[in-house]
């Protein structure tokens, strides 16, 4: 298990790592973290790894030591070598000014086989290098509009930059937030004690939420800018890493999802620019909620992205080779493209909670107060959609893992049906028929597995198989035989000298009697079973 800890503990320290250099810089300027990024997580997991320390000092001391070549580093966070910081990791750096010499051509197919995750040495590799080095070039060409925009929002937020936060606008204080940190704009994420002792606690709130659908934007942008538009520059350029039916059905639903909340975000700056303590806000919501139509159809097509995306990863080598170029990098707050889509899944329980807290300090004569309800009535009727397509998804998740792990099981996976409970249970048969049940001799033949469906339950026998010099052990499971609920009945057994823990199943063709290790284990099955029987003859 160290290896797996270790594993984990230097991805947590990476995500860390990859908020702080977002947050801290604008996308542009990003890729001069290239060094700091790498250095602030050997930094953490180093910290992580040390007890009774000051994370601040240790964490500067650590980097001073670093920089003067005094720690030595881990092979897994070097720096980038010199020829990575000729490649950036934006897409939307200016094109280099030698770009039709020797050495521009040379760094290029550098960067395209790192970019591949291939060493060049066939001819397959050095076709696959050139057409990523000849896309690359393409979408160059496409994003010249893009280089120009961000340009311009660059000096806006420089201008704001010059300007104390107190003294910005609130146009000014949006443009200064999407280059900057959130610390930088005044809408901070307030702790409990914090908002406790806020003077004028609605106004506190509003601001952040402000400061949240910044950042839900901000977040959402990034799937645009590094994903969508150069996959769409790649398409225009008849050089297409995923075809347009493959773009679509993974980018539209969330791109329609960005759409909304810069429309939301729109009226929510305008509505504050004029802030004060009977302004109203939760109408904004109330409109917001009537259109929530473009969240249902994500959730709906939520599982066809992530195919989508998986098939065209694993089909494409373009692809794969594009995700592995942009996937945990400061530009994606390193995160992966299928953890970005994770995002609008969390933000209705997010809209939830902030009104919620808007409502409750916000007076009941004030304008605001029951379009607060009603939004917040809409929004949980979507969290309820939300969580109910969740549990539908982990329970066909269950049923997949069960018919790969029960060998010959008929098929599991029908509409409307999970599993509600599994027990493992010796299976008997009585040695003496005539004998009074407190005298009945049992010889136990083979070990079940019970597995109660909401329609049916299905008996496997159950085998292990113990590993040397280990305590390890696996469990293997073979179709044994399937009752339906509506046809089944219960026995319970009295304990016995020669059984404990015993029950009866019964089906016109079938008389099962087993035992659970323990009381409890006997009594929790018999009480789910029991209930799963009533349900379903109440269906019938």
């Not at 494409?316 to 953890?339: C, S, V």
């Not at 599991?412 to 005539?434: C, F, G, K, M, S």
């Amino acid at each position: 298990m160290k290896t797996y800890f270790d594993s984990q503990q230097r991805d947590l320290a990476a995500k860390t790592t990859g908020e702080i250099v977002f947050n801290a810089l604008s996308l542009k300027n990003i890729k001069k973290a290239k060094e700091i990024t790498p250095a602030l997580t050997e930094a953490i997991e180093a910290m992580a790894r040390e007890d009774n320390v000051k994370p601040l000092k240790f964490i500067a001391q650590y980097l001073k030591d670093l920089s003067e070549g005094k720690q030595r580093k881990d092979p897994l966070f070097l720096p980038p070598s010199e020829d990575d910081n000729l490649r950036d990791t934006s897409i939307k750096t200016p094109r280099p000014q030698y770009k039709n010499t020797d050495k521009y051509r040379k760094e290029k197919k550098q960067s395209s086989e790192r970019w591949s995750g291939i060493q060049v040495g066939s001819e397959t590799d050095e076709s696959i290098s050139e057409e990523i080095e000849s896309i690359s070039e393409s979408i160059e060409d496409e994003i010249d509009d893009d280089d120009m925009m961000e340009s311009m929002m660059s000096r806006k937020s420089t201008q704001a930059k010059n300007k104390r936060p107190d003294e910005l606008d609130l146009t000014e204080k949006t443009a200064y937030s999407e280059f900057s940190t959130i610390d930088k704009t005044g809408f901070v994420k307030l702790s409990a004690t914090q908002l406790q002792d806020h003077p004028d606690r609605r106004t506190s709130i509003a601001f952040e939420i402000l400061g949240s659908e910044i950042n839900y934007k901000r977040t959402l942008t990034i799937v645009k800018d590094v994903y969508v538009l150069p996959l769409k520059a790649a398409l225009k350029s008849n050089k297409a890493i995923i075809s347009e039916p493959n773009l679509q059905a993974i980018f539209t639903d969330i791109m329609n999802v960005l759409g909304l909340c810069r429309d939301l975000l729109r009226e929510f700056e305008d509505r504050l620019e004029d802030w004060g303590p009977h302004q109203c806000i939760a109408d904004i919501f109330v409109k917001f909620t009537s259109r929530l139509k473009v969240y249902t159809n994500y959730i709906n097509n939520y599982t066809v992205s992530l195919s989508t995306i998986d098939k065209c990863r694993e089909q494409h080598p373009l692809f794969r080779a594009f995700l592995r170029r942009y996937d945990r990098k400061p530009a994606t707050k390193m995160l992966t493209l299928q953890e970005l889509f994770l995002v609008p899944t969390r933000r209705i329980s997010e809209y939830i909670s902030l009104l919620a807290a808007l409502d409750k300090y916000t007076a009941m004569d004030h304008a605001d107060k029951t379009d607060l309800a009603t939004a917040v009535k809409n929004f949980r009727e979507l969290q309820n959609f939300i969580d109910d397509s969740k549990l539908r998804s982990e329970r066909e998740k269950k049923l997949i893992q069960l018919q790969t792990m029960i060998l010959n099981c008929p098929t599991l996976l029908e509409a409307n049906r999970y599993l509600l409970r599994h027990q493992n249970v010796a299976h008997l048969i009585p040695q003496t028929d005539n004998a009074k049940s407190e005298y009945t001799m049992y010889r136990h033949i083979e070990d079940l597995g019970l597995f109660l469906f909401n329609d049916a339950v299905v008996a496997a026998v159950r085998t292990i198989k113990h590993f040397p010099f280990e305590r390890s052990k696996e469990e293997k499971y073979k179709f044994y035989a399937s009752v339906g609920l509506n046809r089944l009945h219960i026995e319970d057994l009295p304990d016995t000298k020669y059984i404990r823990h015993g029950f009866a199943i019964k089906t016109p063709k079938r008389y099962w009697i087993c035992s659970t290790e323990t009381y409890d284990e006997k009594l929790s099955w018999l009480t789910a079973l029991e209930k799963a029987v009533r349900a379903a003859m109440l269906v019938d």
